[in-house]
T-cell receptor
Framework: EDKVVQSPLSLVVHEGDTVTLNCSYE??????LLWYKQEKKAPTFLFML????IEKKSGRLSSILDKKELFSFLKITATQTGDSAIYLC??????????FGKGTLLTVNP | DAGVIQSPRHEVTEMGQEVTLRCKPI?????LFWYRQTMMRGLELLIY????????DSGMPEDRFSAKMPNASFSTLKIQPSEPRDSAVYFC??????????FGSGTRLTVV
């Protein structure tokens, strides 16, 4: 059975702090790992990682995949209140289905 | 493109009633997924289709749940009879594989 463990489950920081969200996984026939941000509605896509060691960046967000250790992290620098959300990690296999972790609830206080 | 469209947005029903949730995927996407989200269990995959054919329904909790995809532009998830423990947000998502995995806005189901 595919497994995804995200840590921490929740995190409270102040604006300007840097945070790192972790994801470990066990997925049959792994292909890619996706990160999503979920505010009040549906999850929205952030990154798709396929290759180990290659950092993907989008503004203040970045992410790396380690396929040997079955691990990924999402880093947010200079956090803003608008970053408050649940961040979901979802590895996918050759069958194209995503298995989601329970997420990390990030709260950024002004 | 209007994205993945789900209806209704909210549904409140009494225990024992039949509930039907609807989804219109993005045109050209050949995969369609039904997920359920609760605080306790997070996002769980219920069933998914490829080219309108059900591929994996191992996540469907029990026989009260059924899903169909009669054509490429429409899918339904039915619960009959509904129970209070079915209360959750149900998401439909469509994709062309792992790329472009897009979620609908969800249906918040409350069974009283």
């Amino acid at each position: 059975e595919d497994k995804v463990v995200q840590s921490p489950l929740s995190l409270v920081v102040h604006e300007g702090d840097t945070v790192t969200l972790n994801c470990s996984y066990e997925v049959t026939n792994f292909r890619s790992l996706l990160w999503y941000k979920q505010e009040k509605k549906a999850p929205t896509f952030l990154f798709m990682l396929t290759s180990s060691g290659i950092e993907k960046k989008s503004g203040r967000l970045s992410s790396i995949l380690d396929k040997k250790e079955l691990f990924s992290f999402l880093k947010i620098t200079a956090t803003q209140t608008g970053d408050s959300a649940i961040y979901l990690c979802a590895p996918g296999g050759s069958n194209y289905k995503l298995t989601f972790g329970k997420g990390t609830l990030l709260t950024v206080n002004p | 493109d209007a994205g993945v469209i789900q209806s209704p947005r909210h549904e409140v029903t009494e225990m024992g009633q039949e509930v039907t949730l609807r989804c219109k995927p993005i045109s050209g996407h050949d995969y369609l997924f039904w997920y359920r989200q609760t605080m306790m269990r997070g996002l769980e995959l219920l069933i998914y289709f490829n080219n309108n054919v059900p591929i994996d329904d191992s996540g469907m909790p029990e026989d009260r749940f059924s899903a169909k995809m009669p054509n490429a532009s429409f899918s339904t998830l039915k619960i009959q009879p509904s129970e209070p423990r079915d209360s959750a947000v149900y998401f439909c998502a469509s994709s062309t594989g792992l790329h472009g995995y897009t979620f609908g806005s969800g249906t918040r189901l409350t069974v009283v």
